[in-house]
């Protein structure tokens, strides 16, 4: 991302006064020192950005951080990699992770509060502002980031009109522009196109403004914008491989592997071609062609790695468990470098994690620590591994590693929350929890938990909290109503509970758990038998033992005494310890 310091720099495509032109000049000071291979890196890293080159310096720059974790302009440049290629999670946890080493960093400050205001994070925002504002308050990126403050503060007026300054001294500011089109919202796509007049080869502006374009259903104009980009830099891997996953999630899965074979035939060693077409022919359910796809790189490309870690993924895929762990076994021996020699002890580690074979997995950790004892990564399969051992302070001891360094390793805070429960610490477990959802206010997974941790002791507030929210991400997961129709239920809301379970099953009548709740109510409440028969005979036609228990109890409640002791005996050869279905037996059979 091009981000506009206050200092002037003219770069070689005349983009005009670069903020991050300012920022390598910055990074650049002081390299010379005792950490000569690391500098290395990072001279390189240098070199690739300059050229556009982001994918490449990206893995340059990792080298560097992992010989010197303490090093902050690495991962502030890093951070500013993941941005240019649109990574937007692993670009705000390096970009974050710099500020932590060297909070001087106003720049990196700057760009965090565009993050946190796109992430609606007030407080942990204005934190990162003040900061930055008492570094210098009057520089650029201090005016940039007031701007953020006062958008925060909903004092929209004096956002926009500091922005519009900003902008008319500096017209190529892409930050301005950025920060002016989020403020915006439903007219920001007409800030970016603004921009783009001013910053023509702006990679960053093209790509929110394709972003705001797919969100609001253009379709057509998004994918002019990617031929755009995609003309004025043909040699970046990384947006061809973004242009050809558009086409896929446009539904234009034959376009995408067309695509992806021209340029597999332009540029035949690019393994990551070959890989996004073997996944599109798995999206296709063709899995010989993409087997064939992987075998001919591993044919004939020099580097074959990530096509031999592509097809052991997918025979791990397939079950053929043996054959995925030859693959990574030799990836791991004929790895040329610490980082992928651990991607594949990484993978080694997973596959015996998913047989049970704990110690196996753990032995391939420990070999991968000798070479990469940072590896945060394996911290968090360790953290697993000790789960699995019901060893909790072992595994909290590894996952809040992780939780610190890479929240975008998301199951990390709910495996942490796992470990504190098994370790008798409910309320830290909780805490997790809640920060996970504080980092992403999507993760489900977190959120359910938290969601059954409330039921389980009966704070029906904040569980009914957490299901409204998740029935809005995703209205499509039914799971989600039926648990706010049982939290009503169990807080004796029948008339609620019923009235969910109704606007379920007027949309998906063939949902079992509705279904089978729905006349389970109307069977106690003795109302129109007949249509909770009906519903529990549809409810039990797999053979569930809630369902036939429910089918037996309303066939009871009918006066129907053979067929409730009928069904209520099948439910209990399927489920002999259920309570509910003991209670019912005892009472038909009395």
């Known amino acids: 991302m091009n981000i506009r310091f206050g200092e002037v720099r003219k770069r070689r495509h005349g983009e005009g006064i670069c903020l991050l032109a300012l920022l390598i000049i910055f990074l650049v000071i002081g390299c010379a020192g005792p950490e000569d291979k690391r500098d290395q890196f990072y001279s390189q890293a240098l070199d690739y950005f300059e050229q556009g080159r982001f994918q490449e310096a990206s893995l340059e720059l990792r080298n560097a951080v992992k010989i010197d974790s303490q090093f902050a302009k690495g991962y502030a440049l890093l951070g500013q990699c993941y941005m240019q290629m649109a990574e937007w999670r692993q670009a705000y946890a390096n970009l974050n992770r710099a500020v932590e080493l060297d909070p001087s960093l106003t720049t990196v400050q700057a760009i965090l509060g565009l993050f946190l205001l796109r992430a609606n ?28 403050l006062h958008a925060m503060r909903e004092e929209t007026g004096k956002a926009e009109a500091g922005l519009e300054d900003i902008i008319a001294e500096n017209p190529q500011s892409e930050t301005a522009y950025l920060l002016l089109a989020q403020i915006r919202e439903g007219s920001g796509w007409m800030v970016l196109r603004q921009g783009l007049q001013e910053v023509p080869q702006s990679r960053i502006l093209r790509m929110r403004l394709i972003e705001t374009l797919i969100a609001n259903g253009q379709i057509d104009e998004a994918e002019e914008h990617f031929k755009v980009l995609l003309e004025q830099f043909p040699q970046a891997p990384e947006l061809h491989l973004k242009y050809i996953e558009f086409l896929r999630q446009a539904g234009r899965v034959r376009d995408a592997i067309q695509v992806a074979e021209q340029l597999i035939a332009r540029q035949p060693q690019i393994a990551s071609y070959r890989l996004r077409l073997a996944g599109f022919y798995l999206d296709l359910q063709e899995t010989e062609q993409a087997k064939a796809v992987l075998e001919k790189g591993i044919e004939i490309l020099e580097d074959p790695f990530q096509l031999q870690i592509g097809l052991g993924d997918l025979k791990k895929r397939q079950g053929e468990l043996q054959i995925a762990e030859h693959l990574y076994r030799e990836a791991a021996e004929q790895g040329k470098t610490p980082d992928r020699r651990s991607e594949a002890r990484l993978r080694l580690a997973q596959l015996f994690l998913v047989q049970n074979k704990l110690d196996r997995a753990a032995a391939e950790i420990e070999v991968l620590r000798q070479e990469d004892p940072g590896n945060i990564q394996a911290s968090a399969i360790m953290g697993l591994i000790y789960l699995r051992q019901n060893m909790p302070e072992d595994a909290i001891t590894e996952l809040r590693q992780v939780v610190k360094e890479r929240p975008d390793l998301r199951y990390s805070f709910t495996a942490l929350a796992q ?69 009503y239920l169990r807080q004796g809301g029948i008339d609620q509970a019923m009235e969910i379970y109704e606007q379920i099953i007027d949309r998906h009548p063939d949902f079992m758990p509705a279904a089978n709740n729905l006349a389970y109510i109307m069977a106690e409440k003795g ?12 409810a039990a036609e797999n053979g569930d033992a809630h369902a036939l228990d429910t089918l037996g109890w309303v066939h009871y409640k009918q006066g129907n005494t053979e067929l409730a002791l009928k069904y209520l005996l099948e439910a209990k050869e399927k489920a002999a310890d259920n309570e509910s279905i003991t209670k019912h037996l005892k009472a038909v059979r009395q």
């Open 527 to 538: 109302e129109d038998l007949e249509r909770a028969r009906k519903l529990a005979e549809k």
């Open 419 to 487: 470990a504190h429960f098994q370790n008798q610490e409910p309320l830290n477990a909780v805490e997790v929890l809640k920060q996970a959802i504080d980092y992403d206010p999507d993760y489900a997974l977190a959120r359910e938990n938290l969601a059954n941790y409330f039921i389980g002791h009966q704070k029906w507030d904040q569980a009914e909290e957490h299901l409204k929210i998740l029935i809005e991400q995703q209205p499509e997961k039914l799971e989600y109503q039926v648990a706010l129709g049982d939290s």
């Open 121 to 148: 994070q007030m407080d942990e925002a204005e934190n990162k502002v003040q900061k930055a504002l008492e570094q210098d308050p009057d520089n650029i990126d201090a005016r940039l980031l007031q701007a953020v």
